[in-house]
T-cell receptor, first 113, second 111 residues
Framework: QKEVEQDPGPLSVPEGAIVSLNCTYS??????FMWYRQYSRKGPELLMY????GNKEDGRFTAQVDKSSKYISLFIRDSQPSDSATYLC?????????????FGSGTRLQVQP | DTAVSQTPKYLVTQMGNDKSIKCEQN?????MYWYKQDSKKFLKIMFS???????INETVPNRFSPKSPDKAHLNLHINSLELGDSAVYFC??????????FGPGTRLTVT
């Protein structure tokens, strides 16, 4: 079993929909959680960075962490065709300043115009 | 004004050759990483350097050797390339209490 599980998709939604992307994990030591967006043939781009449980909002993006359930989510409001990409969750037991990240395998999102 | 840059972007070479990939970051970060992304898009850590010191060395064949001449640069040298080395290699950098920032990747194809 992988440490971080993520549904590969593809997830197809109409423009303007609310998108929910999720990851589950097994290592209770994970405390720092990130979401990355990766366009085809590009590097991962950091979207959200959160510590421990709770919510964090940035524009159309909201990240949620539920450590008791070992479950994290990324919500995208008013989705746009430009949001079509692969979304990767990543996590670390310690401050990511000096620790490698453990990634999910990514969910491919397609937003239809 | 690129934050993390890598060269080359594409690398096509034959089995048995030796090649290098270069990475530079201008973010002032003190930790740099090499990740490998396989054909299924799964990203896995290979190495991590903090202030030119190796701090993470995952189970990677010793044909792979990282080198950090200073804290803004982290290069990856690969000896005796094999077909299974074909992948996209990403450099990243980070500072405490912030996320990791990735370069654009180097797509290596071994024929």
């Amino acid at each position: 079993q992988k440490e971080v599980e993520q549904d590969p998709g593809p997830l197809s939604v109409p423009e303007g929909a609310i998108v929910s992307l999720n990851c589950t994990y097994s290592n209770s030591a994970f405390q720092y959680f990130m979401w990355y967006r990766q366009y085809s043939r590009k590097g991962p781009e950091l979207l959200m960075y959160t510590y421990s449980s709770g919510n964090k909002e940035d524009g159309r993006f909201t990240a949620q962490v539920d450590k008791s359930s070992k479950y994290i989510s990324l919500f995208i409001r008013d989705s746009q065709p430009s949001d079509s990409a692969t979304y990767l969750c990543a996590m670390s037991p310690m401050d990511t300043g000096r620790r490698a990240l453990t990634f999910g395998s990514g969910t491919r999102l397609q937003v239809q115009p | 004004d690129t934050a993390v840059s890598q060269t080359p972007k594409y690398l096509v070479t034959q089995m048995g050759n030796d090649k290098s990939i270069k990475c530079e970051q201008n973010l002032g970060h003190d930790t740099m990483y090499w990740y490998k992304q396989d054909s299924k898009k799964f990203l896995k850590i290979m190495f991590s350097y903090n202030n030119k010191e190796l701090i993470i060395n995952e189970t990677v064949p010793n044909r792979f050797s990282p080198k950090s001449p200073d804290k803004a640069h982290l290069n990856l040298h690969i000896n005796s390339l094999e077909l299974g080395d074909s992948a996209v290699y990403f450099c990243a950098s980070s500072q405490e209490k912030r996320g990791q920032y990735f370069g654009p990747g180097t797509r290596l194809t071994v024929t």
